[in-house]
């Protein structure tokens, strides 16, 4: 698995995954290995990684511009 995102928040990151997930790839959240990640600085969730498979880290970067794009 590969890091997507790296010490977003996990709002962020659970959006992320539904998005990637309702395109057939997989996606695991985990806790981010950066300092100072407590929640009494950063909320609920603390901060966290989005890591995909290795061979999808190119179109999952791709959805994640694509949909980008849409919200503007």
Same mark, same amino acid.
């Given at each position: 698995?590969?890091?997507?995102?790296?010490?977003?928040?996990?709002?962020?990151?659970?959006?992320?995954?539904?998005?990637?997930?309702?395109?057939? +790839?997989?996606?695991?959240?985990?806790?981010?290995?950066?300092?100072?990640?407590?929640?009494?600085?950063?909320?609920?969730?603390? +901060?966290?990684?989005?890591?995909?498979?290795?061979?999808?880290?190119?179109?999952?970067?791709?959805?994640?511009?694509?949909?980008?794009?849409?919200?503007?």
């Amino acid at each position: 698995m590969k890091k997507l995102k790296e010490a977003i928040q996990l709002y962020e990151a659970k959006l992320i995954k539904g998005i990637l997930e309702n395109e057939g +790839i997989e996606v695991r959240l985990q806790p981010s290995d950066i300092a100072y990640t407590d929640t009494i600085y950063f909320g609920e969730g603390s +901060i966290t990684d989005v890591l995909v498979p290795d061979e999808m880290l190119e179109k999952a970067k791709n959805i994640l511009k694509e949909y980008r794009g849409k919200e503007q």
